[in-house]
């Protein structure tokens, strides 16, 4: 290579794991081919994420079409940024930031920065001829506890469980491929444990892999899950987590909390959280109140001794983080790159995180693509946790198959997180 100047930045519209369109990008450094990245995206998704930009053809994809956002790309990004030295990431995102000129980056769309700003890293660590984990942090070496979603509802199924997410996490293994292991023979378990009750329906999935079943309210799902790890023989080795997605059941005029046909406020529903943590080994809750109650999350972080993962309190944006700091509310954040729009603000909330010691839990979107792009981000931030889904479906295998890899490289230099991955 001459020099690692970017000579062409290339966007397209693909679809993504539920065949709806997103944004993916091509770096060239030198006239080669040397990075692509596609852009995940959500829907179950907080008020004050980065902003997605869709066409609003309504005679296309229901209006869903990204044509906008990659013509942003292809002739407002591009241009702007041929030959820029493709190594520059923070100054190549600062300058899409300024581009944009919006505070949530509506004009552009987060979707087509991000997709080049994430391109433009995968691009960088080829040029130097790293794996892109490695480009990041010289020191990577944590291998994440996978946390396993083994129970949809909310709005990734169209069943009438409100809570989102029923999570097994291995925290037992030895290694992430042990790991793997031990999670599907438990999903196996507990595939029969449904069909008996339920029939073969059942185990239909929802968008990222878990099975989504008629079951209700919070007890049952526990119940299932504790029966398929005991079938399995893992007791010992698995402990259980939530994300409760609280928003999509909280209800605004009345300021309760809707859960199978029953009405909580927050205490009553702090409550049940409690009842649920004295019998099961949880974990870890993801947003268990609504996205706004910052005061109620520094009760929660307060009076139950686990980790409170903040996902659409914070969005991966370190104001809303620091508000969190500063009264205490959670202590561990939810790192989503396309909810603030470039990797070098995410890893500034990683980071931000960290100084102040909360934990970092890196997670997919349900809209994912084949790209396994935060395999490498999970080991570059030695976080320690992963939430991406149950590897039933192409777009959450190739996520695990990546750190199946990246635990290859490493060797004996690796560390299986375990126990420790809320503070690896």
């Given at each position: 290579?001459?020099?690692?100047?970017?000579?062409?930045?290339?966007?397209?519209e693909?679809?993504?794991?539920?065949?709806?369109?997103?944004?993916?990008?091509?770096?060239w450094?030198?006239?080669?081919?040397?990075?692509?990245?596609?852009?995940?995206?959500?829907?179950?998704?907080?008020?004050?994420?980065?902003?997605?930009?869709?066409?609003?053809?309504?005679?296309?994809?229901c209006?869903?079409?990204?044509?906008?956002?990659?013509?942003?790309?292809?002739?407002?990004?591009?241009?702007?940024?041929?030959?820029?030295?493709?190594?520059?990431?923070?100054?190549?995102?600062?300058?899409?930031?300024?581009?944009?000129?919006?505070?949530?980056?509506?004009?552009?769309?987060?979707?087509?920065?991000?997709?080049?700003?994430?391109?433009?890293?995968?691009?960088?660590?080829?040029?130097?001829?790293?794996?892109?984990?490695?480009?990041?942090?010289?020191?990577?070496?944590?291998?994440?506890?996978?946390?396993?979603?083994?129970?949809?509802?909310?709005?990734?199924?169209?069943?009438?469980?409100?809570?989102?997410?029923?999570?097994?996490?291995?925290?037992?293994?030895?290694?992430?491929?042990?790991a793997?292991?031990?999670?599907?023979?438990?999903?196996?378990?507990?595939?029969?444990?449904?069909?008996?009750?339920?029939?073969?329906?059942?185990?239909?999935?929802?968008?990222?892999?878990?099975?989504?079943?008629?079951?209700?309210?919070?007890?049952?799902?526990?119940?299932?899950?504790?029966?398929?790890?005991?079938?399995?023989?893992?007791?010992?080795?698995i402990?259980?987590?939530?994300?409760?997605?609280?928003?999509?059941?909280?209800?605004?005029?009345?300021?309760?909390?809707?859960?199978?046909?029953?009405?909580?406020?927050?205490?009553?529903?702090?409550?049940?959280?409690?009842?649920?943590?004295?019998?099961?080994?949880?974990?870890?809750?993801?947003?268990?109140?609504?996205?706004?109650?910052?005061?109620?999350?520094?009760?929660?972080?307060?009076?139950?001794?686990?980790?409170?993962?903040?996902?659409d309190?914070?969005?991966?944006?370190?104001?809303?983080?620091?508000?969190?700091?500063?009264?205490?509310?959670?202590?561990?954040?939810?790192?989503?790159?396309?909810?603030?729009?470039?990797?070098?603000?995410?890893?500034?909330?990683?980071?931000?995180a960290?100084?102040?010691?909360?934990g970092?839990?890196?997670?997919?979107?349900?809209?994912?693509?084949?790209?396994?792009?935060?395999?490498?981000?999970?080991?570059?931030?030695?976080?320690?946790?992963?939430?991406?889904?149950?590897?039933?479906?192409?777009?959450?295998?190739?996520?695990?198959?990546?750190?199946?890899?990246?635990?290859e490289?490493?060797?004996?230099?690796?560390?299986?997180?375990?126990?420790?991955?809320?503070?690896?």
């Open positions: 290579m001459s020099s690692f100047k970017i000579s062409k930045i290339y966007a397209r693909i679809i993504d794991c539920r065949g709806w369109p997103t944004v993916q990008a091509d770096i450094v030198d006239r080669r081919l040397m990075g692509r990245a596609d852009v995940a995206s959500g829907r179950s998704t907080g008020t004050h994420e980065a902003f997605v930009l869709h066409d609003g053809d309504q005679d296309r994809y209006g869903l079409g990204v044509l906008k956002a990659v013509e942003n790309v292809n002739k407002v990004i591009g241009p702007q940024l041929e030959g820029w030295d493709v190594t520059e990431q923070r100054k190549i995102d600062m300058a899409m930031k300024e581009m944009d000129g919006t505070p949530n980056k509506s004009r552009l769309g987060a979707n087509a920065i991000l997709g080049v700003s994430l391109a433009i890293a995968r691009a960088a660590a080829n040029v130097c001829g790293l794996s892109l984990y490695r480009y990041i942090n010289p020191n990577a070496h944590v291998l994440p506890v996978p946390l396993m979603n083994c129970l949809n509802g909310g709005k990734l199924t169209a069943n009438e469980l409100e809570i989102q997410e029923f999570i097994i996490m291995p925290v037992g293994a030895k290694s992430y491929s042990q793997l292991q031990m999670t599907t023979e438990i999903n196996e378990h507990l595939r029969q444990l449904v069909i008996e009750k339920y029939g073969i329906l059942a185990t239909n999935t929802g968008d990222e892999g878990g099975f989504a079943t008629p079951m209700r309210g919070i007890w049952e799902p526990f119940e299932f899950m504790s029966r398929a790890v005991e079938q399995a023989g893992y007791v010992d080795e402990v259980y987590a939530m994300d409760l997605a609280a928003n999509s059941w909280f209800n605004k005029e009345k300021n309760v909390y809707e859960l199978d046909r029953q009405k909580y406020d927050r205490d009553a529903l702090i409550a049940l959280y409690k009842k649920v943590a004295e019998k099961y080994p949880l974990v870890s809750m993801e947003d268990p109140l609504h996205e706004e109650d910052f005061e109620g999350f520094a009760k929660l972080t307060r009076e139950l001794d686990m980790q409170i993962v903040g996902d309190l914070f969005v991966t944006n370190v104001d809303r983080l620091s508000k969190g700091v500063k009264l205490g509310a959670a202590n561990a954040l939810l790192f989503k790159v396309n909810q603030i729009g470039t990797l070098s603000e995410a890893l500034d909330a990683a980071e931000f960290y100084r102040h010691n909360y970092v839990q890196v997670s997919e979107r349900s809209g994912e693509t084949e790209d396994p792009i935060i395999s490498d981000l999970v080991v570059a931030l030695n976080s320690g946790q992963i939430k991406t889904g149950m590897p039933v479906r192409g777009e959450r295998t190739s996520k695990h198959n990546r750190l199946l890899q990246i635990e490289e490493l060797g004996a230099a690796g560390k299986y997180a375990g126990r420790n991955f809320a503070q690896p």
